[in-house]
């Protein structure tokens, strides 16, 4: 009978695999795909911007008929709703690259001041829809008098 | 293909290093749709904030190059409380074969979507040939 010579592992070299394996792991995790330069968000996307008298909503929804698209304002709750349809194509279209979205969609978003309901304006240019919303007069700063006793 | 709710964008910048950039601001790459009919192929291109004036399309080589700026003098007296998708110009380009009548290429800006249409040449068309009987 033949007798092998059984050498013990060096513990450390199974520590060094164990290195080795989560190096591997961070690897993998941290090649993740970047989310830099993407900026995926909600559609349609929004800026919200203000001025002394009004809050502005820009959103870039291109391609949309004023028709399908809705805004609504209830207190100082602000909702665009609308719909972005498809090419309708009179004969057969074979689509060789789709990367523009078509769909429903509704936002809502909170106003960040009091606005007057009645005075809202809304225009649609170039694909990108902005509505006015003029301030309420109570939200606007006011000059309090002070009266001599 | 299906409708979706909510339908997701993504606005993908074009970096210094896969390009030069030059000129002011920021260049993004702007989503596009090709389909092909018979007789030509459509390009349409997002490119909201664009005005038909300020769109420039070349054709350079094989190339179609199309470029799109937008004016970004508002803003003055605003202060932004809520950001969520940068304002920048436009550009792409496609590389165009031989299959498309280079001469007659088309192009309509509405609603911030560019349509550029690429008439297929004639001698690609698919032609019907009789076949008589003697």
């Known amino acids: 009978m033949n007798i092998i010579k059984w050498s013990r592992p060096d513990p450390l070299n199974s520590l060094t695999h164990i290195q080795r394996e989560m190096s591997d792991l961070l690897g993998i995790l941290s090649s993740a795909p970047q989310v830099e330069g993407y900026v995926s968000v909600e559609f349609p996307p929004i800026?919200?911007?203000?001025?002394?008298?009004?809050?502005f909503v820009r959103a870039e929804i291109p391609g949309i008929n004023i028709s399908d698209l809705d805004v609504q304002v209830v207190d100082d709750v602000l909702t665009i709703r609308g719909e972005r349809k498809p090419v309708v194509a009179a004969a057969k279209i074979t689509y060789l690259r789709r990367e523009r979205n078509y769909g429903t969609f509704a936002r809502s978003?909170?106003?960040?001041?009091?606005?007057?309901?009645?005075?809202?304006?809304?225009?649609?240019?170039?694909?990108?829809?902005?509505?006015?919303?003029p301030k309420a007069a109570e939200a606007k700063p006011k000059q309090v008098i002070i009266k001599k006793a | 293909?299906?409708?979706?709710?909510?339908?997701?964008?993504?606005?993908?910048?074009?970096?210094?290093?896969?390009?030069?950039?030059?000129?002011?601001?920021?260049?993004?790459?702007?989503?596009?749709?090709?389909?092909?009919?018979?007789?030509?192929?459509?390009?349409?291109?997002?490119?909201?904030?664009?005005?038909?004036?300020?769109?420039?399309?070349?054709?350079?080589?094989?190339?179609?190059?199309?470029?799109?700026?937008?004016?970004?003098?508002?803003?003055?007296?605003?202060?932004?409380?809520?950001?969520?998708?940068?304002?920048?110009?436009?550009?792409?380009?496609?590389a165009i074969s031989d299959v498309i009548n280079r001469d007659k290429i088309e192009a309509k800006m509405a609603d911030g979507v560019l349509s550029l249409i690429l008439p297929k040449a004639e001698h690609i068309k698919p032609r019907k040939i009789e076949v008589r009987a003697e």
Request: glycine share 6%; charged share 30%.
């Open chain 2, 1 to 94: 293909m299906e409708t979706k709710e909510h339908p997701s964008v993504g606005k993908k910048k074009i970096t210094p290093d896969k390009c030069v950039v030059t000129g002011k601001g920021d260049w993004y790459f702007p989503l596009s749709d090709i389909y092909e009919t018979t007789d030509n192929f459509t390009i349409l291109i997002d490119m909201p904030g664009v005005t038909a004036e300020n769109v420039t399309i070349d054709m350079r080589d094989n190339e179609l190059v199309i470029n799109g700026e937008v004016s970004q003098e508002a803003y003055t007296d605003e202060e932004v409380i809520h950001n969520e998708y940068n304002i920048g110009h436009y550009h792409r380009h496609f």
């Open chain 1, 47 to 55: 800026i919200v911007s203000k001025n002394k008298d009004n809050v």
């Open chain 1, 109 to 133: 978003i909170m106003l960040p001041e009091k606005v007057d309901v009645e005075k809202v304006t809304a225009s649609y240019k170039n694909g990108v829809l902005m509505v006015r919303l």
